[in-house]
């Protein structure tokens, strides 16, 4: 755990003025053009790494030592991050649980309120007031794990159990790419219980209208659709427009992580501890985005929320997850809008589509081994497709196992938008699976904004990522107690 958090944050909002100053400085001197080398995204491998499947042996491990008459009557705690129709579709099915569960045992459900508000609750508790299970990302899981082994349960004895494990054919129905976030050294610490994917929400009717009968599937390809949509606004008789019209700016980590992918960038190779962002494919990503916005072709919006901008042609894109195409065909009812609009992928170099999803998973905390195995029975019970299916409904996510995209087949029939995301279940990429990514990814839209004001000029940018790669060197020291 990071130690004197408000000192780590002062002295990243000094250093990037301090950047800030030394860019003012040299930006009036001259400067040598550099071209930026093309690059490539590296072939993901879609095909599951087979992972070792614990054998049911007669010794069990002590934790898996209990007689289910032992569960009666236990009540343990379920901490989860969400708020509105996820939260109110988790009390539903946690009700239904304490109502027919065999082991006659209760569950109590806690909203945190938010993600990051979840890793602060459990943070701030002791290790006997910790809750038995919980919903989160797999970054805070192993973060959890690195400050305190054991902390996290590993789930690989229960997923074996004879009586009480899961199938091969109920682990094979996961999604390859979501399984295979949790596992660390051998252990597996989570079980995928939802994902969202990062895409572009994209306005076909007005994209025809400008002249393009394709969706972007190339950088260049993007830029060109986003700066006709911007001129057509700063062209018509409406002023209110002027200044709007192509992607919104949106500098949030998995948005600024799917660019890079898109430009080749792979600053966590295999997912490991170290990143490095400082590099030609990096700059090129980011000099990308400048250009968007010194071009007028991406701009600053004020509302924090991109629905009513998107409906009324102020943006032919922006960036979302999947769950915004619900509120969005909320939002185009409301306003009595008819264009036509879909989800897309970021767009690449190669023109391979990039997805990046991302989102909690089921992890049993170290409490007694009652209370461990009856966190491990609610959540195989959670995970059943009917149940995974009205939990993903509600959240409108993506479905993390096979079944589960079939019980919503319905759903996707009354939701043609969300029900478009799901073509790119098979070219899913995921963020690193490793505890830095938390810190990296604040890190990173710390940079992603500076790279984007306009008193940072354009070449000023490796100067942002030098200091980038310099400031996670020195978080993540200090979050491991150097």
Known sequence: MIKDVKHIRAARAWRWLVLLLFIAVTACQPITP?????ATIPTATRTRTPEPRPTPTATLQPELRVDEAELRGLQIRFLHPWAGATAEQIDLLVETFNRTNPWDFRVIAESAGGTGMLFQ???SRAGDDLPN???????????????EPGRVVALNGYLGHAQWGLTDEQVDDFFPAFWGQDAAGGDRLGIPLLRDVSVLLYNLTWARELGFTR??????EFRQQACAAAQANRSDRTISNDGTGGWIVETRGVTLWSW??????????????GYTFDTPETAEAFAFLR???DENCAWKSRLAEPYDYFANRQALFYSGVLEDTLIQAHTMERLQKTDEWTVIPYPSLDGEPVVVASGPSLAVLRSTPEEQLAAWLFLRWLITPAHLAELTEAAGGLPVTQSVLLELSTFGVRQPQWRAGLNYLEQVQTPP??????????????????????SVPPEGIPDVLQLLDEMILEVNATDNGN
Do not use: I, K
């Open 215 to 220: 969706a972007p599937v190339t950088p260049d």
């Open 133 to 147: 299970l919980v919903a989160a990302p797999g970054e805070y899981l192993f973060t959890w794990q690195r400050a």
């Open 34 to 38: 550099v071209t930026l080398p093309a």
């Open 433 to 454: 699976a490793n505890a830095g990514w938390r810190n990296v990814r604040s890190l990173l839209e710390d940079a992603g904004y500076q790279a984007l004001l306009p």
């Open 121 to 123: 609750e459990v943070e």
């Open 260 to 273: 890079l992918r898109g430009f080749g960038a792979d600053p966590s190779p295999a997912g490991q501890d």
């Open 291 to 293: 250009g968007l916005a």
